[in-house]
């Protein structure tokens, strides 16, 4: 039977083939540009930053975040509960202390972010603790913390800085096809390089779709794991269900909302849609699951 211990297992084995595709994914790209252009050295160029980008997004990729989301670290004497409620539940998952951070956004919304256990953050905007009282927050601290026990953090955290990168580098290339270039592109090169040619092309238009889904194969259930998981360590499911229910009352996005970190949240930080109809090609093509799904699985076996 699947426990705790799996998914933290899983989560290892995820993030190492996650990074290895962005390694092939970089490496093939930089071997297309390499022969679009007609020069080896971009090759090298790729492998080497491919190697560089894998160390940084598992060594930096939580400050990277931190920076991205605007986040200031949180001083004691000012966020007192949001310090106490971490201690509390820290010691009753057995876990280390996180750093807090605090966003300065009236948008509702937390994320945890780090490496592993012993280099784990969690940031909580001010809009989050002006309207959540003490059990409300303690049931998002909790959902966040089990993101940290589950290591969900180290996978989420690297796909950040790979997924980011992978878009970049295809809006480049596609920016540089307006303006031409390829000296490769005259000089023929037989059927099999014609075919390569537009492979490359394609995969290069499409790779930010491909880091999309990427980005979203490991979001949505995590979620519903780490609903369970923050229950599960307050004894309080309807905790967190309220304050999922306040969050998602606020309609209006994050000042600094972006896709990239987008699935670090424990809410969508582009708000939510006031009518609550949520299409079946929304759901695959989003970050979270819906906010009644969730608080239907706290509260289902009360209802």
Do not use: C
């Not at 990074?19 to 492998?47: D, E, H, K, T």
């Not at 670290?73 to 057995?94: C, K, M, Q, W």
């Not at 499911?237 to 306040?246: D, I, R, T, V, Y």
Request: cysteine-free.
């Amino acid at each position: 039977m699947p426990s705790l211990y799996t998914h933290q297992s899983q989560n290892v084995a995820k993030t190492w083939i996650l990074m290895a595709v962005f390694f092939a994914i970089i490496i093939f790209l930089g071997w297309f540009l390499s022969q679009y252009y007609g020069n080896p050295a971009i090759l090298y160029g790729f492998f080497i930053f491919s190697v560089l980008m894998n160390i940084a997004s598992y060594w930096w990729s939580d400050k990277i975040v931190l920076k991205m989301s605007g986040a200031k670290p949180a001083r004691r004497e000012e966020f007192f509960d949001l310090y106490t409620v971490t201690e509390n539940l820290s010691i009753a998952a057995g876990l280390p202390m996180p750093k807090l951070y605090v966003i300065q956004d009236p948008a509702p919304n937390a994320f945890a972010t780090g490496r592993n256990k012993e280099h784990a953050v969690v940031a909580a905007t001010t809009g989050l603790l002006q309207i959540l009282d003490r059990s409300e927050l303690e049931g998002v601290i909790a959902h966040e913390l089990s993101h940290i026990g589950n290591r969900d953090i180290l996978i989420s955290t690297v796909v950040v800085v790979l997924v980011g990168f992978i878009t970049l580098l295809a809006d480049f290339f596609t920016r540089s096809l307006w303006f031409g270039g390829g000296g490769r592109r005259e000089r023929g090169g037989g059927q099999l390089g014609a075919i390569l040619m537009i492979v490359g092309i394609v995969l290069t238009i499409l790779s930010p779709i491909i880091a999309t889904l990427m980005q979203l194969a490991i979001s949505r259930k995590r979620e519903f794991l780490a609903d369970a998981s923050g229950a599960l360590l307050t004894r309080y499911p309807e905790g967190l269900a309220s304050a999922l229910q306040k969050i998602a009352q606020y309609s209006r996005p994050m000042m600094k909302a972006n896709h990239a970190t987008a699935h670090l949240f424990i809410a969508n930080p582009f708000g939510h849609k006031a009518n609550g109809g949520v299409s079946f090609f929304t759901k695959i093509f989003s970050t979270h699951p819906p906010v009644a799904e969730r608080v239907k699985a706290l509260l289902g076996e009360k209802q």
